[in-house]
């Protein structure tokens, strides 16, 4: 029935491929293929883009006036002395104040997008998150612990970080320890997070009681998201962080396809599954515990910057992770910057005013229904 | 290439219940293979053991003299490609990424232009090249089990290992996909096994027939030795009327036996 397709196995070579599409053979179907493919590339560098933009416009907001020139000129004097001057106390101050925040966001927005993005994928689960995973409350008893009972795994200047650091780790560890049990099932996996996540909480809520002011101030910043942590001196750790991460989640994009598509078939096309989930649930983790560990619980980005990313560019995650960053630092960057200036000098916490911008935003995507409907 | 499949006293069990027991067989070159039995006897189990989606407690699987347990997942899903029973999606994937998926064995980081041409011609094959775009969970179950067939050919795996692939298709697409996979099997010398439930069809495209009961195989060979009226009494406690049909036995279930647990 089919002596002209029987060939099909045979691969294409370059020349035939070439010749076809000089030939004008590509079918309506690949066309459209080819299309989606650079809307997607295009999604993703142009959020970034607007990334770029709106930070040189966020630097001029505040009390001292700094056109939108200056803050690039000031930025890329950092760089490039010889091409690009700025007065200096702009400088210091684009440099110092205004751009550490702006950079700490896009990085917190950035980590958890894809953090959310990899999890839900691992766990086949849309709710999957790093807050409803509890690795968020972790860090926050941590915290809780540091501040008022004066116990920390660490000393130093890491005596509270590193505390919220450790037991967002411990978190984590604890929800792949319970993945790596045959037979877990993911909703067991969620179930067990927002378990944890309560417990975490009723601790950190019972030691307020014994809190004084000062250390309630603190635990009280810290629940709320407060990018005001972040800052060159600090930054270390997590832009080391960053650089190790973010490639290894990148690297697993095939994987993550594959993964979604259930245990049984990753195995039989060559995925070990198990192992993948525990290396991304790891990885993942770790880039987590390093973001809430400096800015504080900041709920709803991871949850639903992927979710936002799913219904305009779709499933595959070569696209799918970098969108979810940009979208997560996206949301994360704007809702700061209104928070710092919408009553100033009073400053609106960073994790509310995320929740409060983004909520609407996310309803707005969900109402609009699916994705064909974006670009057809 | 030829490769032969070995399968030798397989014995496994979910937790402590038996399911295979001492399963053994061998499967030449080139050769569709199905395998029957009622519900529950164990032929999706047995294709997971083969592919080593689960691993058996007893006995090994050989593959041009190989054993599968100690191959890595990669090596496995070169030698062999697997077709679901059924497949649910949480999160929205198109076709053709679906069946870009089973050129994970071959393909680089960011994936090549050939690649994605392997897809456009096995689209074409299957006639489904019209759906490339729509979403997976919102096609037919018989579309979907389009793909997923889409999706193992793409593998280029030299063993194809099917679960029940025609179960949701119509009569039309049940012989387009039986004469795709056999042309495949005889064009590229590679070998089909899968489970079937339709015995008519199993017969008619089948070169050898493994004929499954509670675990253990009750009978193999060619079509017109496993699908006796004797056997089916015996398996599926029917009585059937077998007959000759272009040279292949045909069946017509009668009815039930009662009674005695055979
Ligand atoms: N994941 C599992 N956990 C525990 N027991 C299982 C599991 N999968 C299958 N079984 C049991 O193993 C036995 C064989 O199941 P299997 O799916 O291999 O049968 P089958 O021959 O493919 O049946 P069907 O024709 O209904 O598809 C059944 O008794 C079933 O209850
Ligand atoms: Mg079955």
Redesign the interface.
């Known amino acids: 029935m089919m002596s002209g397709k029987a060939l099909f196995f045979r691969a294409k070579t370059r020349a035939e491929m070439s010749q076809s599409r000089r030939a004008g053979k590509r079918s309506a179907m690949q066309t459209a293929h080819d299309r989606f493919k650079l809307v997607r590339i295009f999604f993703v560098l142009g959020i970034a883009a607007l990334l770029v933009f709106l930070t040189g416009l966020i630097i001029t907001l505040g009390p001292l006036e700094i056109s939108v020139a200056d803050a690039y000129s000031a930025l890329l004097a950092r760089f490039l002395p010889d091409h690009f001057q700025s007065e200096a106390l702009t400088s210091r101050v684009v440099w110092n104040i205004r751009f550490p925040r702006i950079l700490g966001g896009m990085m917190a927005g950035f980590g958890l997008g894809i953090c959310g993005c990899v999890m839900q994928a691992v766990l086949k689960n849309p709710l999957a998150s790093p807050f409803t995973l509890g690795i968020t409350a972790g860090a926050q008893f941590g915290i809780s612990m540091a501040a008022v009972i004066g116990f920390s795994v660490l000393g130093g200047p890491y005596f509270i970080i590193g505390n919220a650091f450790l037991c967002a780790l411990l978190c984590s560890f604890f929800i792949i320890g319970l993945a790596a049990i045959k037979g877990a099932t993911s909703e067991n996996l969620v179930l067990a997070g927002i378990a944890v996540n309560y417990f975490f909480s009723a601790i950190s809520q019972l030691l307020k009681y014994f809190a004084s002011d000062e250390q309630l101030r603190l635990m009280t910043n810290w629940g709320m998201g407060d990018l005001a942590a972040f800052s060159w001196a600090n930054s270390q750790l997590l832009l080391a962080v960053f650089v190790i991460c973010v490639p290894l989640l990148m690297s697993k994009c095939w994987d993550l396809n594959i993964m979604t598509a259930g245990d049984d078939t990753a195995k039989s096309i060559g995925v070990n599954a198990e192992n993948t989930r525990l290396f991304i649930m790891a990885t993942s983790s770790l880039l987590v515990a390093v973001i809430v560990c400096f800015m504080g619980i900041i709920a709803f980005v991871g949850l639903v910057a992927p979710h936002m990313a799913r219904m305009v560019i779709g499933g595959d995650h070569r696209f799918l992770i970098p969108a979810s960053g940009v979208l997560g630092a996206l949301v994360l960057m704007s809702a700061d910057a209104v928070g710092m200036n919408l009553m100033a000098p009073t400053i609106i916490p960073t994790g509310i005013m995320t929740s409060i911008v983004g909520v609407p935003f996310f309803m707005y995507l969900m109402m609009k229904g699916k994705r064909k409907e974006f670009w057809t | 290439m030829m490769i032969k499949l070995q399968a030798k006293e397989i014995v496994f069990g979910y937790d402590s219940n038996p399911v295979l027991d001492s399963v053994s067989f061998e499967i030449a070159p080139s050769k569709l293979v199905t395998i029957v039995g009622p519900n529950g006897s164990g032929k999706s189990t047995l294709i997971?053991c083969i592919?080593?989606?689960v691993s058996p407690q007893g006995g090994s699987i050989l593959i041009d003299r190989r054993e599968v347990a100690k191959m890595?997942?990669?090596?496995?899903?070169?030698y062999?490609?697997?077709v679901?029973q059924s497949?649910?999606?949480?999160?929205?994937?198109?076709v053709?990424?679906?069946i870009l998926?089973?050129r994970?064995?071959h393909?680089g980081?960011?994936?090549s232009?050939?690649d994605e041409?392997?897809v456009?011609?096995?689209?074409?094959?299957l006639n489904i090249?019209?759906l490339?775009?729509n979403?997976f969970s919102e096609l037919s179950g018989g579309q979907q089990q389009k793909v997923l067939i889409a999706r193992a050919?793409v593998?280029?795996a030299e063993v194809m290992?099917l679960d029940e692939p025609t179960s949701n298709l119509d009569i039309w697409h049940q012989l387009d996909v039986m004469?795709?996979i056999r042309?495949?099997v005889k064009?590229?010398e590679i070998t089909a096994i899968m489970a079937l439930h339709d015995l008519n069809l199993a017969s008619y495209y089948s070169d050898r027939i493994i004929m499954m009961k509670r675990g253990k195989i009750v009978a193999v060979g060619d079509p017109h030795s496993v699908i006796t009226e004797e056997n089916i009494a015996s398996v599926y406690r029917v009585q059937a009327a077998v007959r000759k049909l272009s040279d292949r036995p045909m069946i017509m279930p009668l009815r039930q036996i009662r009674g005695s647990k055979a």
């Open positions: 997971k592919n080593k989606i890595t997942r990669m090596e496995v899903a070169r062999l490609s697997y679901p497949s649910v999606r949480i999160f929205p994937t198109n053709f990424d679906t998926m089973g994970r064995p393909i980081w960011l994936g232009e050939r041409e392997k456009w011609d096995v689209l074409q094959l090249e019209r490339a775009m979403n050919l593998q280029e290992l004469n795709i042309d495949v064009k590229k």
